[in-house]
């Protein structure tokens, strides 16, 4: 399978899965039950979100088999900053960080994974003036096409502890980002081989499932998500669903870090942001002025870019191979 064709095929399953995962996560967050509670046990969520992750990453090592040999205690510390950016993503929202600067923040989180690749991998990374020109057209992109959606909310007052949440999680997302370029090369020098995406999904999540428990646990989360799932059974149908979508596209992202890197799934991830816009806008009848349009032109001409670079670079050994 081509380069080209493997790239598609991720961006076409992440794009996919987390667009309808986007509008099952507003569902499951803005759910009211009839006396008007809210299930706002966030750690409990990303212990199920992940163990659903992790059961269709157990499955794919079942059927594909593993690597061997892999570096469990970086695994171990990457769930750890993947999952606590998550849920301090989530605090951020219940503590008022309106959702335009979460937007806006979490957008621009392929400068740190580019950050934490260089400083925790500085010998095995190297990046091009082309890619860091692609990622400030699409960070740039998206802050155009959220201010133009979110304009209305954009002056909502944020607390400290909200902004110093989402500095977390994107502090995390950057160390996540160099982990996981770091725990792939430690695993090719150990096994001559990189690890799969099997390998990634499934020990990744296995650790992510494992910490959200014990922390839901110490917080008493559990007790109080468990009645609440009780009494509204309605919401649990949305976060099986929800979870289901977070496993089919991790099954996508994963292969995109196994067969590229942490910027290209990056890359990936941050731009279907734009098409969750659009899809918005189609199915929920919003509306987008011109600035939005201009915002999506200039995000896509980056996430178009990497495209081509990534098809030229597959074609170019098989034109090498039909001279000789």
């Not at 569902?27 to 809210?38: H, I, S």
């Not at 990374?125 to 155009?144: D, F, H, N, P, S």
């Not at 509306?287 to 098809?311: F, P």
Request: hydrophobic letters at 50%.
């Amino acid at each position: 399978m081509g380069v080209g064709v493997k790239l598609a095929m991720g961006a076409a399953g992440i794009y996919g899965a987390f667009m309808y995962y986007g509008l099952l996560q507003e569902d499951v967050l803005t759910f009211r039950a009839e006396d008007g509670g809210q299930f706002d046990q966030v750690w409990m969520l990303q212990a199920f979100e992940a163990a659903a992750n992790a059961i269709l990453g157990a499955v794919g090592l079942a059927l594909m088999g593993s690597t061997g040999s892999l570096p469990l205690g970086m695994f171990a510390t990457t769930g750890l900053s993947q999952v606590s950016a998550k849920a301090l993503t989530s605090l951020a929202l219940a503590q008022g960080v309106s959702f335009p600067v979460m937007t806006l923040a979490k957008s621009a989180k392929m400068v740190p994974v580019m950050a934490g690749s260089l400083i925790m991998n500085p010998k095995n990374t190297a990046y091009e003036a082309r890619q860091y020109a692609q990622a400030a057209l699409i960070i740039a992109g998206t802050v155009i096409v959220s201010m133009a959606k979110k304009s209305s909310k954009a002056g909502a007052a944020s607390s400290s502890v909200g902004l110093m949440c989402l500095l977390g999680a994107l502090c995390c997302d950057g160390y996540t980002g160099g982990q996981q370029k770091a725990l792939q090369m430690e695993t090719k020098k150990r096994t001559g081989k990189m690890p799969t995406q099997y390998d990634l999904m499934f020990w990744i999540n296995f650790f992510m499932t494992c910490i959200a428990f014990l922390v839901a646990l110490a917080l008493g989360e559990l007790p109080s998500g468990i009645a609440f799932l009780t009494e509204n059974p309605e919401i649990l149908r949305k976060i099986a669903t929800f979870s289901l979508c977070s496993a089919i596209g991790q099954n996508f992202i994963f292969f995109t870090i196994a067969e590229f890197d942490s910027l290209t799934c990056t890359t990936i991830t941050t731009t279907r942001k734009i098409f969750s816009v659009l899809l918005s806008i189609f199915v929920k009848g919003h509306s987008l002025n011109g600035q939005g349009w201009t915002g999506i032109a200039v995000a896509s001409a980056g996430i178009l870019g990497e495209l081509d670079h990534k098809l030229r670079k597959g074609k170019a050994p098989k034109a090498k191979k039909a001279k000789e």
